[in-house]
């Protein structure tokens, strides 16, 4: 069963990676409503691992309207980042590969372990590890930049 934590794992990740809220509630309740199925089916399986598998695979599916949605402005009434660190954030979105941005958020602003996202994603801890190096010196080279 989905707690507050989880839901806000979800939301956390989407209102990282879109400009939008209304898209970002869009995109989360997609995932929410995939993960309450697929726990159902498989209450075995750790409810991280199915969060995190959900949140890659909607954000695989729907790759091309999220990258449109990356270039709008900002329209987060609530956001705190409101900075040249939140451009530099934006500027990011908007040039980098999508793997390696899903993996930034998930590393750093969800909080998950590189070797539980390597598990969730099954895919290689080095492949990870590589996307994680090479999306930190993309944005420090924005940061440089403001």
């Not at 989407?14 to 989360?28: I, K, R, T, V």
């Not at 199925?37 to 890659?56: A, C, T, V, Y």
């Amino acid at each position: 069963m989905l707690n507050e934590v989880h839901y806000q794992t979800v939301l956390k990740f989407f209102f990282f990676l879109l400009p939008d809220e209304d898209e970002a509630l869009n995109f989360s309740s997609k995932v929410i409503k995939q993960i309450n199925s697929h726990h159902k089916r498989n209450q075995n399986i750790k409810i991280d691992l199915i969060i995190l598998n959900g949140l890659w695979e909607i954000y695989n599916r729907y790759q091309n309207r999220i990258l449109q949605l990356i270039n709008i402005e900002s329209r987060h009434p609530w956001q705190p980042l409101q900075s040249d660190r939140a451009a530099a954030w934006r500027n990011y979105l908007k040039d980098s590969e999508p793997e390696v941005r899903a993996i930034l958020v998930f590393r750093y602003i969800l909080g998950y372990s590189p070797e539980f996202i390597s598990e969730a994603l099954n895919i290689p801890c080095g492949t990870v590890l590589y996307r994680m190096g090479r999306g930190l010196e993309s944005v420090a080279g924005k940061l440089k930049s403001i």
